[in-house]
């Protein structure tokens, strides 16, 4: 099958696969950072003010009630219009933050669901108009520069009560793709094995009448037909269920080719409707650079699965505030059923511990993007938008991938945590697995996963310890993403859910200095916080996919991450929208529901896992934070979904 596609490896070694990303994800604060003294006072900068919703508490209670079967409000949606009526700003509070701006030389763009005014100007502008001036600063041991405000913003006294904040006054934080590769000191060992397998199944008798035509069967050049065996999509294809009539939306930091993604179907021998992808540039759009191949795989898996869905890509810059920007212009356009993204950051790096001199270091409130995306979602869910994030792949240490671990000066211990957006438990945070295969590295014996696990590459690294060498390979924490939110609260749709955790004790973010270990970060240990993942799906690349990115070269194999779960689960959504005919809404309430009342077997929506682990979580029988409530049965989910 790879052959067919014209495969081209790339050469992503396991040094190059954490060395590129590192100097981009450090939170304000958690590296020396040089003061190069003001920034440019020219230099155009987005800013978008976000506005306080009105009556939260029974907003949150109506997203419970749209998806509470036997609930007067049950599955009454809200448009745009009347989100922004019942919930957005008032004509008073939106013409003092647009005067505001007129006196400081600013015009500002109002959303549609009166959440959010964008504006455009100047460091200038915006250093007078908030108080604050606006530097350039390097770390100090290395990286790009970036500016930020060198002071907190003040806000004067006629909006203070009506921003939630200013966003985009700061280009520092920069997120990461979810997508990872099997890395070369892995992937060369295993390719004369994965060939002998690919020659099996070339040899192997005819799929049956239930598997996928599109499917290879071979770990690490797994489809979208794989996806479709392995978690009982197939039956809604008889029926006819192909995504026709629903609109699935991307939001995304690359831009990507349109092409590849139709190379990519085309070449399994995927029929797909015609014209259907339409790309939105927000903020001057996102630029092709190493993370289009993540923007391919999202629309190749999301789009693969449901074949007849149209697809909006909204690509960003990654840098400042577009990133919630592409989300709230998804949110309020409110023309997707169902949204994904396969980006984040560690939880904690939104913390004032991290960015606010002087802050103590046990200071957990949000100066980052973390209300703001509980307002983007609070708008979806109550508008029946379903949305899925990528938990990350750094197993239950969400820093490592960003920040590394070690003991010497210069490096950072890892911590228990979790991954933003995902963390937010108006999200469904989509997990990874490892799916059944067999497995050779250099001269070490063949051994087996019999049953689907959670993810965690401590069974490759135990491998090679005991086989290859000790220190040959360095693996933690690669696994997916999980564990608890030391921010967000227990939500109520896990209240009654057995194997729910609270935050571990003793977890710092500390910097090994010079002058010995410096505590950065306490976080708050026995927290009863919302648990992460919800769903689960395949994510190890050595049981994972075919991408095609012309930026990557081509196609490739060996392509793993959780960042390939959001897109999965946003492909199922669009097609259980058209079976249901309407929109799923909000999941985790209703997974939830049916996962306490129902549980697991051959009839059920879920399958358990019960092996492996994330480095920390272990596979248990019900709820974990390895892999959530566990796998989907779509076929039996969908049954349940036209029941009600």
Do not use: C
């Amino acid at each position: 099958m790879l052959a067919q596609l014209h495969r081209k490896t790339l050469a992503a070694s396991l040094t190059l696969l954490f060395a590129t990303v590192s100097t981009a994800t450090f939170a304000a604060g958690t590296k020396p950072a040089a003061d190069l003294g003001a920034a440019n006072a020219d230099q155009k900068v987005n800013v978008t003010l976000v506005l306080k919703l009105h009556n939260q508490e029974q907003l949150e209670q109506y997203v419970q009630q749209s998806v509470t079967p036997g609930h007067p409000n049950f599955r009454r949606f809200l448009t745009t219009a009347q989100f922004a009526d019942k919930y957005g700003a008032t004509d008073q509070e939106i013409k003092r933050v647009q005067d505001f701006l007129r006196q400081n030389g600013l015009t500002g763009t109002l959303l549609p669901n009166r959440m959010a005014i964008r504006t455009t100007g100047t460091v200038s502008q915006f250093a007078t108009a908030f108080q604050a001036p606006i530097h350039n600063y390097v770390p100090k041991e290395g990286g790009d520069v970036f500016h930020r405000p060198a002071k907190a913003l003040t806000l004067p006294a006629s909006i203070a009560d009506t921003v939630l904040v200013a966003s985009g006054l700061s280009n520092e934080h920069r997120l990461l793709s979810h997508r990872i590769t099997t890395p070369d000191s892995v992937k060369q060992a295993t390719q004369q094995f994965a060939a002998k397998a690919e020659a099996k199944v070339a040899a192997a008798p005819a799929k049956t009448a239930s598997s996928n035509p599109t499917a290879t069967g071979v770990p690490g050049e797994y489809t979208v037909g794989d996806a479709a065996n392995f978690y009982n999509i197939n039956p809604l294809y008889a029926r006819g269920i192909t995504g026709r009539g629903t609109t699935i939306a991307i939001v995304t930091l690359s831009d990507f080719y349109p092409s590849d993604a139709q190379a990519y179907w085309d070449g399994i021998g995927l029929t797909t409707k015609a014209n259907r992808i339409v790309k939105v540039a927000v903020d001057g759009g996102a630029s092709f650079d190493g993370g289009s191949g993540e923007t391919s795989l999202d629309v190749e898996q999301s789009g693969g699965l449901a074949p007849e869905a149209d697809i909006l890509v909204y690509h960003a810059p990654n840098a400042g505030n577009s990133f919630t920007n592409a989300a709230l212009q998804a949110v309020s356009d409110n023309v997707a059923d169902t949204i994904s993204t396969s980006w984040g950051s560690p939880e904690i790096f939104n913390f004032a511990a991290l960015n606010v001199d002087g802050a103590k270091n046990t200071d957990t409130t949000d100066v980052g993007d973390l209300q703001i995306w509980h307002q983007i979602l609070l708008e979806a869910a109550v508008q029946g938008q379903s949305f899925f994030a990528a938990t990350g792949d750094s197993g239950a240490y969400d820093t490592v991938r960003g920040l590394g671990v070690g003991t010497t000066p210069g490096t950072f211990n890892a911590p228990l945590t979790v991954d933003t957006p995902a963390s937010d438990p108006l999200m469904t945070a989509a997990g990874g697995t490892t799916t059944p295969f067999s497995y050779k590295f250099r001269t070490g014996p063949v051994q087996s996963i019999t049953k689907e696990q959670v993810w965690g590459w401590d069974y490759i690294q135990n491998y090679f310890d005991q086989y290859v060498g000790k220190g040959v390979i360095d693996l933690f924490s690669v696994g997916g993403g999980g564990g608890v939110s030391v921010y967000w609260k227990r939500p109520f749709y896990q209240l009654f859910t057995q194997g729910i955790r609270t935050s571990a004790k003793n977890q710092t973010l500390t910097f090994n200095d010079t002058t010995g270990p410096q505590v950065l970060l306490q976080l708050p240990g026995n927290f009863h916080g919302r648990n992460l993942p919800d769903i689960s799906l395949n994510a190890d690349p050595e049981t994972g996919y075919i991408v095609i990115s012309t930026v990557d070269g081509g196609a490739t194999s060996g392509n793993g991450g959780t960042s390939f779960v959001a897109p999965q689960l946003n492909g199922i959504s669009a097609l259980l929208t058209q079976s249901s005919h309407h929109r799923v809404g909000f999941w985790n309430p209703q997974v939830y529901a049916l996962q306490n009342i129902f549980g697991y077997g051959n009839w059920t929506s879920f399958n358990d896992i019960r092996q492996g682990d994330n480095w920390f979580y272990q596979g248990k029988g019900g709820y974990e934070p390895g892999s959530g409530i566990g796998t989907l049965n779509v076929a039996n989910f969908d049954l349940f979904l036209r029941a009600f």
